[in-house]
């Protein structure tokens, strides 16, 4: 495991630490953090954020079954959004997860551009340990920090 997952994994048990204070740390879920593919790569990013203190969500790009009219229906989502939209220090980053041979599509290069040019930030992320890099030389201010307190 890398140096920067296993500072994510000690910094979700001391958030769990810092929640649960009168719960035996023997029964703290310890839950090893694995990066195997794009699902578990963009809850690790979207975990970090959080943890730091900073606002993310994720972008749910899909159709939808809908039973009634049995059929699948159309995401509302723009095409080419990124998967995790973030506020970080006070700035919109998006957040493109590619793992693998993935690449940017068409749609999501333009709205790299669009997004850039409003004077937000798109990141794309192919493994955590970049994505770690990133944030440390980007937020230096949030790195030893747990929803903003100091920890």
């Given at each position: 495991m890398s140096e920067a997952l296993n500072h994510l994994m000690n910094l979700n048990r001391v958030s769990?630490?810092?929640?649960?204070p009168n719960v035996p740390e023997r029964a703290l879920l310890k839950r090893p953090i694995r990066v195997n593919n794009t699902?578990?790569?963009?809850?690790?990013?979207?975990l970090c954020l959080e943890l730091h203190g900073c606002?993310?969500?994720r972008i749910?790009?899909?159709?939808?079954?809908?039973?009634?009219?049995k059929r699948f229906t159309r995401s509302t989502t723009k095409k080419g959004t990124a998967d995790l939209h973030a506020a970080i220090n006070g700035r919109h980053v998006s957040i493109e997860i590619k793992?693998?041979?993935?690449?940017?599509s068409p749609?999501?290069?333009?709205?790299?551009?669009?997004?850039e040019?409003?004077?937000?930030l798109y990141l794309v992320v192919g493994n955590y340990d970049t994505f770690w890099t990133w944030f440390e030389q980007y937020a230096p201010d949030l790195v030893n920090k747990i929803g903003g307190e100091l920890v």
């Open positions: 769990k630490r810092l929640k649960y699902n578990s790569l963009t809850e690790a990013v979207k606002y993310v969500t749910q790009s899909q159709g939808q079954w809908n039973p009634t009219l793992w693998g041979k993935d690449k940017l749609q999501q290069k333009q709205t790299a551009r669009q997004v040019e409003a004077g937000g």
